[in-house]
Nanobody, 124 residues
Framework: QVQLVESGGRLVQAGVSLRLSCVLSGRTFSQALMGWFRQAPGKAREFVGRINLINEVYYSNSVKGRFTISRDNVENTAYLQMNSLTPEDTAVYYC??????????????????WGQGTQVTVSS
């Protein structure tokens, strides 16, 4: 059974940093492209970024320069480091895994497995 489990979400004040983790089990992590998405209340799910098999990362314009995605193939974990958080970053954050054949990075439909989400709330 394939599972993705996110952790690290919590209530924080604007301006601080937060790191989310996403652990994959049940399939070979090193073969997966790992994506991060978020969904704010009343809004559609939004692409945040993705890291490929050789650690190349692609970010949405809304987080570029503030967020960093990384991966640890030994720990089967992807990370989302979020800096300079603002209330507009408040959302449920999801990680997702894409196995071959790979799809388009920013499309939800490209991903084969999803985590349950972790809530990030940024207060002003």
């Amino acid at each position: 059974q394939v599972q993705l489990v996110e952790s690290g979400g919590r209530l924080v004040q604007a301006g601080v940093s937060l790191r989310l983790s996403c652990v994959l089990s049940g399939r070979t992590f090193s073969q997966a492209l790992m994506g991060w998405f978020r969904q704010a209340p009343g809004k559609a799910r939004e692409f945040v970024g993705r890291i490929n098999l050789i650690n190349e990362v692609y970010y949405s314009n809304s987080v570029k320069g503030r967020f960093t995605i990384s991966r640890d193939n030994v720990e089967n974990t992807a990370y989302l480091q979020m800096n300079s958080l603002t209330p507009e970053d408040t959302a449920v954050y999801y990680c997702a895994a894409d196995f071959p054949p790979f799809g388009t990075a920013y499309l939800s439909a490209a991903y084969d497995y999803w985590g349950q989400g972790t809530q990030v709330t940024v207060s002003s």
